[in-house]
């Protein structure tokens, strides 16, 4: 009877279809409802640090002066907190994870530079031109 009842198994999985996925061959997915991963929109970012000093693992770094944002994610813990304290709303959750590695790699951006601002009107050019008496 026991013997049957192996015979049919194994005979029955032979046909099924892998209860596994061939991970990373087949790309993962993600459930509804997993945290993800911060991402940032780097050009809306104004360096004002609050995501770092929000960070309960300290996983964000940001220096103003060098206008950088980095983030290690082996640090980060998924909580999410640093995209409901931005006040520009440029860091949001994404799915997928951080792929294993040997080494704790920093993930670096930095803000773009300020837009020039446009020259001053020609008022002063106008004025100058005005005094002139020729
Ligand atoms: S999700 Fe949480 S742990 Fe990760 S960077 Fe944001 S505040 Fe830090
Ligand atoms: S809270 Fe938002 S705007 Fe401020 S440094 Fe962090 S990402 Fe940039």
Redesign the pocket.
Known sequence: MGFMTFKTTMLSNLFKKPVTTKYPAEPAVYPEGSRGH?VIEIEKCISCTI?AL????G??KVDRAARTWE?NRYD????????LKCPKKCLHMAPGYQTPGPEKSIEHYDRPPEEEKPAAPAANAAATNAGDGK
């Not at 929000?54 to 693992?57: A, G, I, K, L, T």
């Not at 813990?77 to 640093?82: A, E, F, P, T």
């Open positions: 911060v995501c929000n960070c309960p693992s996983a964000i983030i980060c813990i998924q909580c999410g907190y640093c995209t």
